[in-house]
């Protein structure tokens, strides 16, 4: 059984910068694929970045682009998420999701598993 365990969240200034943590376990990930999502109040669940456990391609949402890195550890089986010049539209709560395959997608219902999520508030 696949475990996800974001940690990492938490309240920043417009500007500033947050790293998310996603602990995996359960299985071996070198196939997966690793997403990070994102859910605002009465909004849909968004895409914000992804990448290949194996290989490390990444991928990531236009609004993010340029300000959030995705990464992952292979050791610690961990991806992280670093966020910086964060503004008060990245304000939600963020999800760690695993894919079985190694195709990078940016829809959730592509994706297998879930962490329980991370609260982001970005106060302006």
């Known amino acids: 059984q696949v475990q996800l365990v974001e940690s990492g969240g938490g309240l920043v200034q417009a500007g500033g910068s947050l790293r998310l943590s996603c602990t995996a376990s359960?299985?071996?990930?070198?196939?997966?694929?690793m997403g990070w999502f994102r859910q605002a109040p009465g909004k849909e669940r968004e895409f914000v970045a992804a990448i290949r456990w194996s290989g490390g391609s990444t991928m990531y949402a236009d609004s993010v682009t340029g300000r959030f890195t995705i990464s992952r550890d292979n050791a610690k089986n961990t991806m992280y998420l670093e966020m910086n010049s964060l503004k008060p539209e990245d304000t939600a709560v963020y999800y760690c999701a695993a894919r079985a395959r190694s195709s990078l997608m940016v829809s959730p219902v592509w994706y297998d598993y879930w962490g329980q999520g991370t609260q982001v508030t970005v106060s302006s």
């Open positions: 359960g299985r071996t990930f070198s196939s997966y694929t």
